[in-house]
């Protein structure tokens, strides 16, 4: 049996927002005949040091650090590799799996150190890109530098694909943060009158992610039409507590914050709302990602509003799953969500030419043989 080594930087929980395609990586592997150790990176000290999980070893290492901080956490993260180094000082295996930039270091030196084939999981299309200006030319030579060392880079959409193609790597695959067959809906009939529409956004909250353009948008329909309320779903930040409250403030009524949830709430989550509102502020962080939550989305056969960003406007301009705004501009948002709200109809034909999209070519099961056929060169 082939040992797989994954390398996460965070600790490996259902909440967390790149859990579900790390997740359904190492489940696909074990299904077939892998033995999977996740090293989790636990900086909160609240997670259990080790489990398994359908199959999977999950191993964390607690090493305190806040979340999203920068280079500041630098001393947190370099004991965290001091001790990932000793904790894997006996531990023999077959291929390292990395999953984000920060980690590839490790991986490289153990692919020189054991001889072992390395995967880097490129999870951000632009690594770093709130730093300052002048450390933002070290930063993409050092990803150039290290990204040619592994031997397959796996991506999550095209604009990563060219990212690293450019680069000259011979092997790279985009695998998508795709729901599985088992989240697709599978009975989506016209749904019955109802006196509100529940707008939902599922997923973490934090500084910069959106839920200031979305709180503005529905800010500007909601004294004009009674028949709407927001779904908050997920993990506030510690260090946005304070400013999310006072966003907030006055809509207690017609907002609801439902706080972190485990993966397998999401269908009822979906199943709560309308409409999906995927709004970023297209920082130069957020402009080119591809949120998994939009692909949750047409899963659950839910319409979406969303920014242009990562693609999203090619996939909803194709199928006419959604509508998508300019973020910035709160009276664009705000007409997009009168629209959805007004219009039952409009929405069951959104919500059914999303399921088609997902079965047609956004699901897991395309994902896992493109997996599989990595794992497969590099074990040959």
Same mark, same amino acid.
Not at 174 to 181: A, C, D, E, V
Not at 273 to 301: C, E, Q
Not at 344 to 350: K, S, V, Y
């Given at each position: 049996m082939k040992r797989v080594l994954m390398l996460f930087s965070m600790s490996f929980e259902p909440? *967390? #927002?790149?859990?579900?395609?790390?997740? $359904?990586?190492? %489940?696909?592997? /074990?299904? $077939?005949?892998?033995? /999977?150790?996740? !090293? #989790?990176?636990?900086?909160?000290?609240? +997670?259990?040091p080790f489990e398994v999980r359908d199959g999977i070893r999950i191993e964390r290492i607690?090493?305190?650090? =806040?979340?999203?901080?920068?280079? %500041?956490? !630098? =001393? $947190?993260?370099?004991?965290?590799?001091?001790?990932?180094?000793?904790?894997?000082? $006996? /531990? +023999?295996?077959?291929?390292v799996h990395c999953h984000n930039l920060q980690l590839l270091p490790l991986g490289i030196l153990f692919k *020189?150190?054991?001889?072992? =084939? !390395?995967i880097f999981d490129s999870c951000e299309p632009d690594y770093f890109a709130l730093? =300052?200006?002048?450390? *933002?030319?070290? /930063?993409?030579?050092?990803?150039r530098f290290m990204a040619k060392r592994s031997n397959a880079i796996c991506v999550h959409n095209d604009y990563q694909v060219t990212k690293y193609r450019t680069m000259g790597h011979p092997m790279v695959e985009l695998i998508g943060s795709y729901p599985t067959k088992e989240m697709i809906r599978n009975n989506y009939e016209s749904p019955p009158a109802k006196e509100k529409t529940v707008l939902g956004r599922i997923g973490s909250i934090y500084q910069d992610n959106g839920i200031e353009e979305i709180i503005e948008g529905f800010k500007l329909v909601s004294p004009n039409y009674n028949g709407i309320e927001l779904l908050l779903a997920g993990r506030v930040f510690d260090s946005y507590k304070n400013t999310f409250a006072r966003i907030i403030n006055g809509l207690e009524s017609r907002v609801s914050v439902s706080g972190a949830f485990d993966s397998k709430e999401m269908p009822a989550l979906y199943g709560k709302i309308d409409v999906s509102i995927i709004l970023y502020h297209r920082s130069a962080w957020f402009k080119n990602i591809t949120p998994t939550k939009f692909f949750d989305s047409l899963a659950m056969g839910v319409p979406v509003i969303a920014s242009d960003m990562g693609g999203l406007r090619e996939i909803i301009n194709h199928y006419q799953c959604g509508i998508v705004v300019d973020e910035s501009n709160p009276k664009e948002v705000a007409e997009a969500i009168e629209l959805m709200c007004r219009n039952p109809d409009l929405r069951h034909e959104m919500g059914l030419n999303g399921l088609r999209a997902i079965k047609e070519r956004y699901h897991w099961?395309?994902? *896992?043989?493109?997996?599989?056929?990595?794992? #497969? %060169?590099?074990?040959?």
């Amino acid at each position: 049996m082939k040992r797989v080594l994954m390398l996460f930087s965070m600790s490996f929980e259902p909440y *967390q #927002g790149r859990y579900l395609r790390a997740y $359904n990586e190492a %489940k696909t592997l /074990v299904e $077939n005949g892998y033995h /999977v150790t996740v !090293l #989790g990176w636990d900086r909160s000290g609240k +997670s259990s040091p080790f489990e398994v999980r359908d199959g999977i070893r999950i191993e964390r290492i607690f090493e305190k650090a =806040p979340d999203r901080t920068g280079l %500041k956490t !630098l =001393p $947190n993260f370099a004991r965290y590799c001091a001790r990932v180094l000793s904790h894997l000082k $006996n /531990v +023999s295996f077959d291929v390292v799996h990395c999953h984000n930039l920060q980690l590839l270091p490790l991986g490289i030196l153990f692919k *020189q150190l054991r001889k072992t =084939p !390395l995967i880097f999981d490129s999870c951000e299309p632009d690594y770093f890109a709130l730093y =300052p200006d002048r450390l *933002q030319g070290i /930063v993409k030579f050092m990803e150039r530098f290290m990204a040619k060392r592994s031997n397959a880079i796996c991506v999550h959409n095209d604009y990563q694909v060219t990212k690293y193609r450019t680069m000259g790597h011979p092997m790279v695959e985009l695998i998508g943060s795709y729901p599985t067959k088992e989240m697709i809906r599978n009975n989506y009939e016209s749904p019955p009158a109802k006196e509100k529409t529940v707008l939902g956004r599922i997923g973490s909250i934090y500084q910069d992610n959106g839920i200031e353009e979305i709180i503005e948008g529905f800010k500007l329909v909601s004294p004009n039409y009674n028949g709407i309320e927001l779904l908050l779903a997920g993990r506030v930040f510690d260090s946005y507590k304070n400013t999310f409250a006072r966003i907030i403030n006055g809509l207690e009524s017609r907002v609801s914050v439902s706080g972190a949830f485990d993966s397998k709430e999401m269908p009822a989550l979906y199943g709560k709302i309308d409409v999906s509102i995927i709004l970023y502020h297209r920082s130069a962080w957020f402009k080119n990602i591809t949120p998994t939550k939009f692909f949750d989305s047409l899963a659950m056969g839910v319409p979406v509003i969303a920014s242009d960003m990562g693609g999203l406007r090619e996939i909803i301009n194709h199928y006419q799953c959604g509508i998508v705004v300019d973020e910035s501009n709160p009276k664009e948002v705000a007409e997009a969500i009168e629209l959805m709200c007004r219009n039952p109809d409009l929405r069951h034909e959104m919500g059914l030419n999303g399921l088609r999209a997902i079965k047609e070519r956004y699901h897991w099961e395309l994902m *896992q043989e493109r997996l599989l056929g990595i794992y #497969g %060169k590099l074990l040959q």
